[in-house]
């Protein structure tokens, strides 16, 4: 299928996924934007790529505050926004804005910056993909009351409930703006031997870091990025659902919380005050 050249920012583009993803799309002839946050590996893509790219430590709002700026001065047309960055953290730690680092990473600064972009995405009629992952379901205890993780604080269970913000963000968005020309989806990418759980202590770090059981329980970083292409490249609403949750290029209810309109709704108000 011939798709017409479409301009692409992808998230978390340094590595993993949202590399493997950059380089395929480049590869198919799309205009592709990285962002990342080492400058050294978003600059050595972007001169394999011959790509633009954008920082941002996602840790910090005010670094996705510029970066949503640089984003709406150099383009005046994005097709797509690939919210990629994320991942699992160490022991809980606080940001500079106050935030407990695992859901900021994962869910607040990527909603900041997709907030702070919709009047680009709405004139281009954008679609918005979230990299979520199956761990929402296996993981996330999503206590609206408690989106900071201050209660029994654990890795696993932080990077869940982010990932869960991922699929209820997606259909909160589809709620309001799917009327106005957004198309959104969420994907789970796969079990992929990337970067990931490098920087964290939980256990999960041996299956992603230990060279025999990497081998035998991932993919491809290449394999990972097959549905963000797939959605990315897609016609919402013809090849893929708008405000769906995907695995394996199939729509996927995941869990009640990720299904329940009343969270999606009061996870989209909370999160518009925490970055007001
Ligand atoms: N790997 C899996 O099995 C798996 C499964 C389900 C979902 N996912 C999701 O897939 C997405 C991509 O992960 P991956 O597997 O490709 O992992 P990865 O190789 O570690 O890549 C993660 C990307 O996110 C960026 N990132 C991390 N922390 C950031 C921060 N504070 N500010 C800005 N960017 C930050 C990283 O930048 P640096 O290069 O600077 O670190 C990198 O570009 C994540 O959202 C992850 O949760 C992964």
């Known amino acids: 299928m011939h798709v017409d050249p479409r301009t692409i920012v992808i998230t978390g583009a340094s590595d993993g996924i949202g590399a493997a993803a950059a380089r395929e799309l480049t590869a198919r002839g799309h205009r592709v934007v990285l962002v990342g946050r080492s400058p050294e590996k978003t600059r050595a893509l972007a001169a394999e790529l011959g790509a633009p790219f954008h920082l941002a430590d996602y840790a910090e709002l005010d670094q996705v505050r510029r970066l949503a700026a640089e984003l709406a001065a150099a383009y005046p047309r994005i097709d797509v926004l690939a919210n990629n960055a994320g991942g699992i953290m160490g022991d809980r730690t606080i940001t500079v804005d106050g935030y407990e680092k695992t859901f900021q990473v994962n869910h607040l600064a990527g909603f900041l910056l997709t907030t702070l972009l919709l009047p680009t995405l709405v004139a281009s009629d954008a679609t918005v993909i979230q990299t ?68 964290t202590t939980h256990p999960m770090r041996f299956v992603y870091h230990t060279p025999l059981i990497k081998n035998l329980f991932t993919t491809s970083s290449s394999k990972g990025a097959e549905q963000l292409v797939w959605l990315a490249e897609g016609q919402p609403g013809t090849t893929w659902e708008r405000g769906e949750y995907y695995e394996k290029q199939k ?6 919380h990720a299904r329940d309109d009343g969270l999606a709704r009061r996870l989209w108000d909370e999160s518009e005050q925490m970055v007001a």
């Not at 900071?148 to 696993?156: D, I, L, R, V």
């Not at 909160?172 to 009327?179: G, I, S, T």
């Not at 729509?251 to 009640?256: E, F, K, L, P």
């Open 132 to 199: 979520s992952s199956r761990a929402a379901r296996a993981f996330g205890r999503f206590d609206i009351e408690d989106l900071q993780n201050e209660k029994a604080y654990s890795p696993h269970v932080a990077y869940g409930n982010g990932k869960l913000a991922n699929i209820l963000f997606t259909r909160e968005l589809d709620r309001r703006y799917a009327d106005e020309g957004i198309s959104t989806a969420a994907f789970h990418p796969g079990i992929v031997g990337s970067n990931f759980a490098s920087d």
């Open 251 to 256: 729509v996927v209810a995941s869990s009640a």
